[in-house]
């Protein structure tokens, strides 16, 4: 069966630094999604992708953060100057109709120092 | 936006025993999912359920789409039913959780 994945499982940066957190939708899914959930707390939704342009971002997706689809298979979510608040779990999914089921993939830890 | 609000946030099974778990939507949603997170911290995806009642051996879902609420049953729970389920439902693009059922089942 197909699955989203993610990579890497877990990553550790510094402060300040930049870090890419990548992911493999399902190849005929259209739609594209990051979320993250922080350490006890609730799944938030970051921003969705649709015919490569940001279809919608919460509040929480602010200058920092950005999207990219570099080819054909891979969905990227780039932090450019990380937090301390930004360690948290990152989900990615994806779909291939709006509104419909949406698949999860395993995430990438992110832990900042 | 929309509230989603899941009960009980934490529930204490002895194993075999029935549970029920709650999710309650603000507004109208255009689908719904359940998901089981796992202790390492992955969702599984257990209904994809707009509306109507789905089984897929020891659980179940019903979603009353015109009353805004979902449920989801757990028979005969084992200890792996051990962790936090969240409900999900979706506007627009994107999905809201709720904040979850912590679920224990003791051996």
């Known amino acids: 069966e197909p699955e989203v994945t993610q990579t890497p499982s877990h990553q550790v940066t510094q402060m300040g630094q930049e870090v890419i957190l990548r992911c493999v939708p399902i190849?005929?899914?259209?739609?594209f999604y990051w979320y993250r959930q922080i350490l006890g707390q609730k799944v938030e939704f970051l921003v969705s992708f649709y015919n490569n342009e940001i279809s919608e971002k919460s509040e929480i997706f602010d200058d920092q953060f950005s999207v990219e689809r570099p080819d054909g298979s891979n969905f990227t979510l780039k932090i450019r100057s990380t937090k301390l608040e930004d360690s948290a779990m990152y989900f990615c999914a994806s779909n291939d109709r709006i509104y419909y089921e949406q698949y999860f993939g395993p995430g990438t830890r992110l832990t900042v120092t | 936006g929309i509230q989603v609000e899941q009960s009980p946030p934490d529930l204490i099974l002895q194993e075999g025993a029935n549970s029920t778990l709650r999710c309650n939507f603000s507004d109208s949603v255009n689908n719904l999912q359940w998901f089981h997170q796992n202790p390492w911290g992955q969702l599984i995806n257990l209904f994809y359920i707009p509306s109507g009642t789905k089984q897929n051996g020891r659980l179940s879902a019903t979603t009353v789409a015109t009353e805004r609420y979902s449920l989801l049953y757990i028979s005969s729970s084992q200890t792996t039913d051990s962790g936090v389920y969240f409900c999900?439902?979706?506007?627009?693009?994107?999905?809201?959780f709720g904040t979850g059922t912590r679920l224990k089942v003791l051996a």
């Open positions: 999900a439902g979706v506007r627009t693009y994107k999905y809201i």
């Open positions: 190849s005929n899914h259209l739609y």
